[in-house]
């Protein structure tokens, strides 16, 4: 195992408010939602790109890859504030989602919050297991 010289590890400090953040997580169970955002991997893209725009978020790139002609889709976009990951399952109409943001301008916790749930109701899941972790 590596272990970095003493002289190079950072000395621990206060947790700055100019960088926490948000880590919205959500492992959504037997989604009843448009079957599209399961299956379409450039339907999915649009809708989380759309979805970033409308909470006031900043996308600096994207990738969406489609498994098979009816596998699920596993998505990124790279926020300026973080990123927004999705994995779909359609064979189980499960789907895990997750939305980072720092503060590192600015307190960008509502933002998170809004697209997190934009994205939660339209899965239409019938069991969302959410998890909330504040960064610091």
Known sequence: ????????????RPPSPATSGLHLMA??????????????????????QASVQAAELTAVGCLFHLFGAQGGVTGVVVLAESHLCIHTWPEAAYVTLDVYVCN?????????????????????????????????
Do not use: W
Not at 1 to 12: L, Q, R, T, W, Y
């Open 27 to 48: 492992d959504l169970h037997g989604c009843q939602g448009d079957l599209r955002l399961m299956h379409d991997a450039d339907f999915l893209q649009n809708f989380c």
């Open 1 to 12: 195992m590596f272990a970095a010289p003493a002289s190079i590890v950072p000395a621990a």
């Open 104 to 136: 590192y301008s600015s307190d960008n916790r509502h933002k998170a919050e809004q697209l997190f749930h934009t994205l939660q109701q339209a899965f239409a899941a019938r069991d969302a297991r959410l998890h909330r972790v504040e960064r610091r």
